[in-house]
């Protein structure tokens, strides 16, 4: 089916640069949206920023004007760049894409996937 590996993260300071990317592998035959959410300690996941399949984007209120999210539909892969974060940013980032796959020579879904999740942690 589809496969997402997630690479990037890690710590950063305050006010400093961080990027995700998320590829998608496997039998891929379309991916429609894809987007990055979050999920802190203690609180529910949430949508960080989402691009669809003509690459118009959606952020969340929080990292407006901060976080840029981009596509490279030939490599099927997703990037999240993050720019002047906050300690409010750290979390377990997740890429969610929206996709079809190749079985026996017809598409099948879509279906929604996950990536495996990654740590950003942001000191002050």
């Known amino acids: 089916q589809v496969q997402l590996v997630e690479s990037g993260g890690g710590l950063g300071q305050a006010g400093g640069s961080l990027s995700l990317s998320c590829a998608a592998s496997g039998s891929v035959a379309r991916i429609n949206a894809m987007g990055w959410y979050r999920q802190a300690p203690g609180k529910e996941r949430e949508l960080v920023a989402v691009?669809?399949?003509?690459?118009?984007?959606n952020y969340a209120d929080s990292v407006k004007g901060r976080f840029t999210i981009s596509r490279d539909s030939a490599l099927n892969t997703m990037y999240l760049q993050m720019n002047n974060l906050k300690p409010e940013d750290t979390a377990v980032y997740y890429c969610?894409?929206?996709?079809?796959?190749?079985?026996?020579?017809?598409?099948?879904?879509?279906?929604?996937?996950w990536g495996q999740g990654t740590q950003v942690t942001v000191s002050t």
């Open positions: 969610n894409v929206n996709a079809t796959y190749w079985s026996n020579y017809r598409q099948r879904g879509p279906y929604t996937y």
């Open positions: 691009i669809s399949s003509g690459s118009s984007t």
